[in-house]
């Protein structure tokens, strides 16, 4: 997978931090990003987008239940 947010107020790529297997992307108040998710696998994936632990699409809590 590549994951790539943009800071659409500064028009800059954010970068990814890993940490104990997971990735994060510090982001600023007030700004708006956008998010880009390729699947570099050639199988099928199940992702997640969420900010601060909430779904981005449902609103619900974010987990790896829900596709």
Known sequence: MQVDVY???DRT???VYDKD???FIV???GHEYAV???NCT???VLVVTS???V???SGDTASPAQS
Do not use: K, M, Y
């Open 55 to 57: 779904n981005v699409i």
């Open 36 to 38: 880009r998710i390729r």
């Open 21 to 23: 297997g997971r990735h």
């Open 13 to 15: 790529a954010l970068p």
């Open 27 to 29: 982001g600023a108040p």
């Open 7 to 9: 800071d659409r107020f």
């Open 51 to 53: 900010v601060d632990g």
């Open 42 to 44: 050639g199988g099928r």
